[in-house]
């Protein structure tokens, strides 16, 4: 399949006028174009408002919106065995507690939608699934139980793409170490793409092949066509402070030097002032600090250390909480990239 190929995957062919009250889709299951939708499920439009509340389409002209316990789901055809990540962007309304239930059985995630990263008000989000078989159910599904049933996630753009789970070589003793390998990036998108939380503790069952997040708050996979990248197309920012980690295991000789070598920099996106990057390789770590200007740019830094048993935990994670200096609201921090790990021959 390509990259992308989801059917209507930006909603903007809508249901007839007929199955419409209002923005309420009542014209049964098959009433949006390409999905299958069940329970409370608005089609929502650019400019639409709720109240006083204007209801954000983050791609488009039209977006739709999960009510309690509804959901929308299309079956789209994969190859047994491969792994898969899932980009969509989601946007939160009016719900105390939003959450998001995304799945492709046997796998699922419950993504909660409190922390809002970008300061629009939507957030681009990955996730990954194994296939089990070549034909499979992608629903995105609202879990909430409101009082107002007309408060729930607004989902708009979805794609998916497959993931080639990367090879060690013998120049890296890490996976996946430039971030090459990794979700479908919109091409008109500029905001990166979030990869949540592993709620499962599998680097191959990750969006970011190789790596795991492990922390509270996701991390951001950003692009060069919109950032400012150290080395390639790819990177990872470290956007919630000490709550967005990711890590690898790599297998490592007991009483052997290795040497930890990585890219601080900053994606030149406004994420100005200090930022601080720690490294850690069991345990051992170093703290990088990296004066940004927000306008791009990176430095080189290096952890040696000596390898205590056969697997080696390494983490990086961002010192401070940081928000971009132009919209004081969008969460960012420092850029890694261009990881390698070797062990030293002795002299």
Same mark, same amino acid.
Not at 240 to 253: C, F, L, M, N, P
């Given at each position: ?13 809508? #249901? ?25 499920? &608005? ?6 408002? %709720? ?23 299309? *079956?789209? *055809? ?19 507690? &939003? ?14 939608? @409190? ?19 070549? +034909?499979?159910?992608?629903?995105? !599904? ?10 729930? #996630? ?6 998916? %793409? ?11 003793? +890490? ?18 793409? +979030? ?6 503790? +599998? ?9 795991? $997040? ?16 150290? @080395? ?44 601080? $990057? ?34 080696? !935990? ?34």
């Amino acid at each position: 399949m390509d990259a992308g190929s989801v059917e209507n995957g930006e909603f903007e062919l809508g #249901p007839k006028p007929r199955d419409l009250n209002g923005t309420v889709v009542t014209g049964g299951p098959h009433a949006i174009p390409g999905w299958e939708i069940s329970g409370f499920v &608005e089609y929502i439009k650019s400019g639409q408002k %709720q109240n006083d509340m204007l209801l954000v389409v983050p791609n488009g002209a039209y977006a739709v919106r999960l009510g309690n316990e509804a959901s929308i789901k299309q *079956k789209i *055809k994969v190859v047994k065995g491969m792994f898969y990540s899932i980009t969509f962007v989601v946007a939160r309304t009016c719900a105390q507690e &939003e959450k998001l239930n995304v799945s492709v059985a046997p796998d699922w995630v419950v993504l909660p939608m @409190q922390t809002v990263y970008g300061g629009n008000g939507w957030d681009a989000y990955a996730w990954s699934f194994q296939a089990d078989y070549s +034909l499979v159910d992608m629903v995105f !599904h609202n879990p909430g139980t409101e009082d107002d049933s007309a408060c729930g #996630p607004i989902i708009d753009s979805i794609a998916v %793409q497959a993931l080639y789970p990367p090879r060690l070589t013998n120049k890296n003793l +890490l996976k996946n170490g430039g971030f090459e390998e990794g979700p479908y990036v919109f091409p008109n998108a500029s905001s990166g793409v +979030l990869i949540p939380p592993n709620i499962v503790d +599998l680097s191959d069952h990750s969006p970011l092949p190789g790596w795991i $997040v492990e922390s509270l708050k996701a991390v951001k996979y950003i692009d060069s066509d919109h950032f400012s990248v150290p @080395q390639g197309k790819r990177a990872v920012e470290l956007v919630g402070g000490k709550e967005s980690a990711i890590a690898q295991v790599a297998r490592t000789i007991p009483g052997k030097t290795y040497v930890l070598s990585f890219a601080v920099g900053d994606a030149g996106n406004s994420c100005a002032g200090s930022l601080s $990057v720690e490294a850690y390789a069991g345990k051992d770590s170093v703290k990088v600090p990296y004066e940004s200007k927000g306008k791009g740019g990176f430095k080189h830094a290096s952890l040696k250390f000596v390898a205590l048993s056969i697997r080696t !935990h390494i983490v990086f994670l961002s010192t401070f909480y940081t928000v971009r200096n132009d919209d004081l609201a969008s969460l960012c921090g420092p850029v890694i990239d261009d990881v390698t790990l070797i062990s030293l021959r002795k002299p």
